[in-house]
């Protein structure tokens, strides 16, 4: 399991260094949070990780972390979507370091639980890396 972890952590150190590379600036920050309101599919998390993952910090990333329990926790069904959208490695990693302390304690359980209990036989990867995401909150 701690390999996981391990593979987690490498692909989001990736993911900070690039959004550090290019600066979030004041418009694009106000732009990135009114726009975390319309969060309710993942294609619109990954639109938004393209062109706001810069600014994924503060108000925002804490509302990308609510849109993204939302998703696991409400719309489980569209999982298939996401594992179709984490073919890119770099919003895999987005995505999982969404599953953060932020969100709370039920939210998270159900994550796990969802991961274990419902997860579709060609995304068995994607949903062990939920399930230890959640539980190591």
């Given at each position: 399991?701690w390999r996981?972890?391990?593979i987690?952590?490498?692909?989001w150190?990736t993911i900070s260094a690039l959004?550090q590379?290019r600066?979030?600036?004041?418009?694009?920050g106000?732009?990135?949070?009114?726009?975390?309101?319309?969060?309710n599919?993942?294609?619109r998390?990954?639109e938004?990780?393209?062109d706001y993952?810069?600014?994924?910090?503060?108000?925002?990333?804490?509302?990308v972390?609510e849109?993204?329990?939302?998703?696991l926790?409400d719309?489980w069904?569209?999982?298939?979507?996401l594992g179709?959208?984490?073919k890119?490695?770099g919003f895999?990693?987005?995505?999982?370091?969404?599953?953060d302390e932020?969100?709370?304690?039920d939210?998270l359980?159900?994550?796990?639980?969802n991961a274990v209990?419902r997860?579709?036989?060609?995304?068995r990867?994607?949903?062990?890396?939920?399930?230890?995401q959640a539980?190591?909150?």
């Open positions: 399991m996981w972890g391990a987690a952590l490498c692909v150190s959004a590379s600066p979030c600036t004041r418009q694009e106000q732009r990135a949070d009114q726009a975390v309101d319309a969060l599919s993942w294609d998390i990954h938004w990780y393209k993952r810069q600014c994924d910090d503060g108000a925002p990333a804490e509302g972390s849109a993204v329990a939302r998703n926790v719309r069904e569209t999982l298939p979507r179709e959208l984490t890119d490695v895999r990693g987005f995505v999982l370091k969404h599953v932020t969100l709370n304690d939210d359980k159900k994550i796990s639980a209990k997860c579709p036989a060609n995304l990867s994607l949903c062990r890396q939920l399930k230890i539980e190591a909150r």
